[in-house]
Protein backbone atom coordinates (compact mmCIF):
# COMPACT_ATOMS: atom_id res chain seq x y z
CA UNK A 1 0.00 0.00 0.00
CA UNK A 2 1.36 3.52 -0.87
CA UNK A 3 1.86 5.59 2.28
CA UNK A 4 0.01 8.72 2.90
CA UNK A 5 2.75 10.89 4.16
CA UNK A 6 5.07 13.05 2.26
CA UNK A 7 7.38 15.65 4.60
CA UNK A 8 7.71 19.15 3.43
CA UNK A 9 7.59 22.64 5.31
CA UNK A 10 4.00 22.80 4.19
CA UNK A 11 3.14 19.68 5.32
CA UNK A 12 5.13 19.20 8.71
CA UNK A 13 3.35 16.36 9.49
CA UNK A 14 3.57 14.32 6.10
CA UNK A 15 0.12 14.37 4.93
CA UNK A 16 0.27 13.70 1.32
CA UNK A 17 -2.79 15.87 -0.33
CA UNK A 18 -2.07 14.23 -4.12
CA UNK A 19 -3.20 11.22 -2.75
CA UNK A 20 -6.75 12.24 -1.43
CA UNK A 21 -10.09 13.31 -3.06
CA UNK A 22 -9.87 16.75 -4.59
CA UNK A 23 -12.58 17.83 -1.48
CA UNK A 24 -9.92 17.76 0.46
CA UNK A 25 -7.75 20.39 -1.49
CA UNK A 26 -8.86 23.52 0.52
CA UNK A 27 -7.16 26.72 2.06
CA UNK A 28 -9.25 26.01 5.72
CA UNK A 29 -8.50 22.24 5.58
CA UNK A 30 -4.79 22.77 5.20
CA UNK A 31 -4.63 25.08 7.91
CA UNK A 32 -6.75 22.29 9.84
CA UNK A 33 -3.53 20.07 9.17
CA UNK A 34 -1.09 22.61 10.25
CA UNK A 35 -2.81 23.39 13.27
CA UNK A 36 -3.24 19.53 14.13
CA UNK A 37 -1.56 18.16 17.16
CA UNK A 38 -2.14 14.35 15.47
CA UNK A 39 0.04 12.19 13.27
CA UNK A 40 -2.05 9.45 11.88
CA UNK A 41 -0.18 6.56 12.02
CA UNK A 42 1.98 6.07 8.50
CA UNK A 43 0.59 2.68 6.56
CA UNK A 44 -2.84 2.43 6.97
CA UNK A 45 -4.15 4.75 4.26
CA UNK A 46 -7.92 3.77 5.22
CA UNK A 47 -7.41 5.12 8.37
CA UNK A 48 -5.55 8.23 7.20
CA UNK A 49 -8.89 8.82 4.84
CA UNK A 50 -11.04 8.82 7.34
CA UNK A 51 -9.19 11.13 9.90
CA UNK A 52 -8.71 13.56 7.26
CA UNK A 53 -12.17 13.56 6.39
CA UNK A 54 -12.74 14.10 10.56
CA UNK A 55 -10.44 16.96 9.96
CA UNK A 56 -12.50 18.38 6.80
CA UNK A 57 -15.87 17.90 9.23
CA UNK A 58 -14.13 20.10 11.82
CA UNK A 59 -12.93 22.93 9.19
CA UNK A 60 -16.15 23.67 8.88
CA UNK A 61 -18.03 26.52 10.74
CA UNK A 62 -19.96 25.07 13.39
CA UNK A 63 -21.89 26.88 16.33
CA UNK A 64 -20.40 27.82 19.21
CA UNK A 65 -20.04 24.98 22.55
CA UNK A 66 -22.00 26.67 25.61
CA UNK A 67 -18.94 27.56 28.53
CA UNK A 68 -21.37 28.18 31.07
CA UNK A 69 -22.82 25.60 33.18
CA UNK A 70 -25.28 25.92 35.51
CA UNK A 71 -24.69 23.71 38.93
CA UNK A 72 -28.35 22.32 39.03
CA UNK A 73 -27.28 21.27 35.29
CA UNK A 74 -24.76 19.49 36.90
CA UNK A 75 -26.93 17.77 39.75
CA UNK A 76 -29.43 16.09 36.40
CA UNK A 77 -26.82 13.35 36.41
CA UNK A 78 -24.10 15.00 34.18
CA UNK A 79 -20.94 16.28 35.08
CA UNK A 80 -19.36 19.34 33.85
CA UNK A 81 -16.91 17.51 31.46
CA UNK A 82 -20.09 15.35 29.88
CA UNK A 83 -22.03 18.60 29.38
CA UNK A 84 -19.19 20.45 27.40
CA UNK A 85 -18.71 17.66 25.35
CA UNK A 86 -22.64 17.42 24.04
CA UNK A 87 -23.81 18.09 20.72
CA UNK A 88 -24.53 21.59 20.35
CA UNK A 89 -27.42 21.04 17.88
CA UNK A 90 -28.69 18.13 19.97
CA UNK A 91 -31.48 20.32 21.38
CA UNK A 92 -35.72 19.72 21.18
CA UNK A 93 -35.79 23.51 19.76
CA UNK A 94 -33.41 24.37 16.22
CA UNK A 95 -30.46 25.79 16.82
CA UNK A 96 -30.96 29.30 14.50
CA UNK A 97 -28.05 31.37 13.07
CA UNK A 98 -28.00 35.00 13.35
CA UNK A 99 -30.06 36.30 10.80
CA UNK A 100 -29.83 39.92 9.31
CA UNK A 101 -33.15 40.62 11.22
CA UNK A 102 -32.21 44.25 13.39
CA UNK A 103 -34.14 43.93 16.32
CA UNK A 104 -32.88 47.65 16.55
CA UNK A 105 -34.69 48.99 13.60
CA UNK A 106 -31.06 50.24 12.72
CA UNK A 107 -30.66 52.91 15.67
CA UNK A 108 -28.00 51.06 17.81
CA UNK A 109 -24.72 50.12 16.71
CA UNK A 110 -22.91 46.81 16.45
CA UNK A 111 -20.09 44.52 16.33
CA UNK A 112 -19.44 42.74 13.43
CA UNK A 113 -19.54 39.35 15.41
CA UNK A 114 -23.28 39.71 16.95
CA UNK A 115 -23.91 39.63 13.34
CA UNK A 116 -22.43 36.67 12.54
CA UNK A 117 -23.26 34.51 16.45
CA UNK A 118 -24.94 31.66 16.49
CA UNK A 119 -27.84 31.97 18.64
CA UNK A 120 -28.25 28.20 20.94
CA UNK A 121 -30.69 29.23 23.56
CA UNK A 122 -30.21 27.00 26.18
CA UNK A 123 -26.82 27.76 27.12
CA UNK A 124 -27.24 26.10 31.04
CA UNK A 125 -28.43 22.55 29.64
CA UNK A 126 -31.46 22.80 31.80
CA UNK A 127 -34.08 22.03 28.96
CA UNK A 128 -34.75 18.45 30.60
CA UNK A 129 -33.68 19.03 34.18
CA UNK A 130 -36.04 18.58 37.11
CA UNK A 131 -36.01 22.71 37.56
CA UNK A 132 -37.58 22.94 33.86
CA UNK A 133 -40.02 20.05 35.15
CA UNK A 134 -40.73 22.00 38.94
CA UNK A 135 -41.44 25.03 36.49
CA UNK A 136 -43.84 23.38 34.47
CA UNK A 137 -45.43 21.89 37.34
CA UNK A 138 -45.98 25.00 39.66
CA UNK A 139 -46.31 27.59 36.36
CA UNK A 140 -47.18 26.07 33.56
CA UNK A 141 -44.29 26.68 31.62
CA UNK A 142 -44.15 25.20 28.12
CA UNK A 143 -41.13 25.76 26.23
CA UNK A 144 -37.55 27.03 27.08
CA UNK A 145 -36.40 29.99 24.77
CA UNK A 146 -33.22 31.05 26.96
CA UNK A 147 -30.89 29.92 29.76
CA UNK A 148 -27.51 31.93 30.21
CA UNK A 149 -25.70 33.36 32.47
CA UNK A 150 -25.59 37.48 32.84
CA UNK A 151 -24.47 40.14 34.96
CA UNK A 152 -26.79 41.89 36.92
CA UNK A 153 -26.84 45.53 38.53
CA UNK A 154 -28.52 45.96 41.74
CA UNK A 155 -30.29 49.03 43.32
CA UNK A 156 -26.61 49.93 44.24
CA UNK A 157 -25.15 49.75 41.15
CA UNK A 158 -23.00 46.52 42.04
CA UNK A 159 -23.06 43.82 39.50
CA UNK A 160 -24.33 40.32 39.76
CA UNK A 161 -23.75 37.29 38.53
CA UNK A 162 -27.26 35.47 37.32
CA UNK A 163 -29.10 32.77 35.49
CA UNK A 164 -31.88 34.16 33.54
CA UNK A 165 -34.37 32.44 32.10
CA UNK A 166 -37.05 33.10 29.62
CA UNK A 167 -39.92 30.40 28.73
CA UNK A 168 -43.42 30.68 26.49
CA UNK A 169 -44.78 32.71 29.42
CA UNK A 170 -42.17 34.60 31.71
CA UNK A 171 -38.87 35.73 32.81
CA UNK A 172 -37.12 34.54 35.99
CA UNK A 173 -33.70 35.59 37.74
CA UNK A 174 -32.19 32.61 39.04
CA UNK A 175 -29.99 33.01 42.34
CA UNK A 176 -27.82 30.80 43.82
CA UNK A 177 -29.07 26.69 45.00
CA UNK A 178 -31.94 26.91 42.06
CA UNK A 179 -34.02 29.86 44.25
CA UNK A 180 -36.71 31.54 41.77
CA UNK A 181 -35.20 34.88 43.05
CA UNK A 182 -38.17 36.85 40.90
CA UNK A 183 -40.65 35.58 37.82
CA UNK A 184 -41.91 38.57 35.73
CA UNK A 185 -44.71 37.87 33.29
CA UNK A 186 -43.84 38.68 30.22
CA UNK A 187 -47.34 40.40 29.92
CA UNK A 188 -45.83 42.91 32.19
CA UNK A 189 -42.90 44.07 30.97
CA UNK A 190 -43.46 47.95 29.82
CA UNK A 191 -40.57 48.34 27.67
CA UNK A 192 -36.83 47.37 27.00
CA UNK A 193 -34.24 50.34 26.97
CA UNK A 194 -30.64 50.42 25.69
CA UNK A 195 -28.09 52.14 24.58
CA UNK A 196 -26.91 53.51 20.92
CA UNK A 197 -23.17 51.82 21.23
CA UNK A 198 -21.31 48.92 21.58
CA UNK A 199 -22.35 47.88 25.07
CA UNK A 200 -24.03 44.34 26.41
CA UNK A 201 -26.98 46.87 28.63
CA UNK A 202 -30.26 46.51 28.45
CA UNK A 203 -32.53 47.70 31.36
CA UNK A 204 -36.09 45.57 31.03
CA UNK A 205 -38.72 47.88 32.68
CA UNK A 206 -41.81 46.36 34.37
CA UNK A 207 -45.39 48.18 35.06
CA UNK A 208 -45.73 48.64 38.70
CA UNK A 209 -42.37 47.13 39.75
CA UNK A 210 -38.95 47.48 39.75
CA UNK A 211 -36.79 47.58 36.50
CA UNK A 212 -33.62 45.11 35.67
CA UNK A 213 -30.56 46.16 34.26
CA UNK A 214 -28.72 43.24 32.92
CA UNK A 215 -25.26 43.02 30.69
CA UNK A 216 -24.67 40.26 28.24
CA UNK A 217 -23.04 38.97 25.49
CA UNK A 218 -26.28 37.49 24.19
CA UNK A 219 -28.35 40.78 24.39
CA UNK A 220 -29.82 40.91 21.15
CA UNK A 221 -30.77 37.11 21.54
CA UNK A 222 -32.39 37.92 24.60
CA UNK A 223 -33.93 41.14 22.94
CA UNK A 224 -35.04 39.34 20.17
CA UNK A 225 -37.04 36.46 21.99
CA UNK A 226 -38.64 38.62 24.15
CA UNK A 227 -39.91 40.87 21.32
CA UNK A 228 -41.41 38.08 19.79
CA UNK A 229 -42.71 36.13 22.55
CA UNK A 230 -44.18 38.92 24.04
CA UNK A 231 -45.90 39.55 20.40
CA UNK A 232 -47.16 36.12 20.05
CA UNK A 233 -48.85 36.22 23.50
CA UNK A 234 -50.35 40.11 23.32
CA UNK A 235 -50.86 40.57 19.49
CA UNK A 236 -48.84 43.65 20.77
CA UNK A 237 -45.39 45.33 19.66
CA UNK A 238 -43.27 45.55 22.82
CA UNK A 239 -41.71 49.00 22.57
CA UNK A 240 -37.85 49.12 22.44
CA UNK A 241 -36.35 52.50 23.77
CA UNK A 242 -32.94 53.49 22.28
CA UNK A 243 -30.87 56.12 24.55
CA UNK A 244 -27.76 57.00 25.87
CA UNK A 245 -29.44 58.39 29.21
CA UNK A 246 -31.64 55.53 30.67
CA UNK A 247 -33.95 56.00 33.75
CA UNK A 248 -34.78 53.08 35.58
CA UNK A 249 -36.67 52.28 39.11
CA UNK A 250 -35.19 50.48 41.51
CA UNK A 251 -38.46 50.41 43.79
CA UNK A 252 -42.10 49.68 42.98
CA UNK A 253 -44.24 53.00 42.92
CA UNK A 254 -40.98 54.95 44.28
CA UNK A 255 -40.49 57.89 42.05
CA UNK A 256 -37.48 58.70 44.11
CA UNK A 257 -36.13 55.60 43.80
CA UNK A 258 -35.28 56.60 39.98
CA UNK A 259 -31.53 55.50 38.70
CA UNK A 260 -29.76 56.75 35.87
CA UNK A 261 -27.03 55.45 32.83
CA UNK A 262 -25.74 57.83 30.59
CA UNK A 263 -23.49 56.43 27.99
CA UNK A 264 -20.30 57.95 26.80
CA UNK A 265 -18.15 56.90 24.11
CA UNK A 266 -14.74 56.93 24.84
CA UNK A 267 -12.25 54.78 22.73
CA UNK A 268 -9.15 54.69 25.00
CA UNK A 269 -10.68 52.17 27.52
CA UNK A 270 -10.34 48.44 26.61
CA UNK A 271 -13.68 46.83 28.18
CA UNK A 272 -16.86 48.76 28.49
CA UNK A 273 -16.44 50.43 31.82
CA UNK A 274 -18.93 51.74 34.96
CA UNK A 275 -18.05 54.83 37.05
CA UNK A 276 -20.53 55.25 39.80
CA UNK A 277 -22.57 58.71 40.56
CA UNK A 278 -24.97 59.74 42.91
CA UNK A 279 -27.77 59.26 40.72
CA UNK A 280 -26.75 56.27 39.17
CA UNK A 281 -23.73 55.22 36.72
CA UNK A 282 -21.58 56.36 33.84
CA UNK A 283 -21.18 53.53 31.25
CA UNK A 284 -17.95 54.40 29.34
CA UNK A 285 -17.83 52.53 25.82
CA UNK A 286 -15.32 51.31 23.41
CA UNK A 287 -16.95 51.75 19.94
CA UNK A 288 -13.74 51.07 17.93
CA UNK A 289 -14.04 47.24 16.56
CA UNK A 290 -12.34 44.96 18.66
CA UNK A 291 -9.04 43.40 15.97
CA UNK A 292 -8.60 39.99 16.47
Known sequence: MMSAFKQSDMN???????EFP??????????????????????????????????????????????????FAQRNGSTTEELEDEDPFDFDVPVEEKNDDD?????????????????????????ASPFMQEIERKFGDSTLFYSGTVHKMNRRSAIQDRNLVITDQALYNIGKGEKINRRIELTRLKEIACSSMKDGYFVIKVAEEYDYVFESAHKTEIITIITKQYKHITSCKLPIEISDVIWYSTEESNDNALRSME??????????????????????????????
Do not use: C
Request: hydrophobic share 30%; charged share 35%; net charge positive.
Open 263 to 292: FKEDNKVKDTSLIKTKVGVVVMVNNEEKKE
Open 12 to 18: PYGLNLD
Open 22 to 71: EEFHTPKFNKNIARSQTIVPEGDLQQALQEMKQMLEQSKPKAPRAKTVAP
Open 103 to 127: VYGGRKLRRQDSFKRWQLGDYLHIR
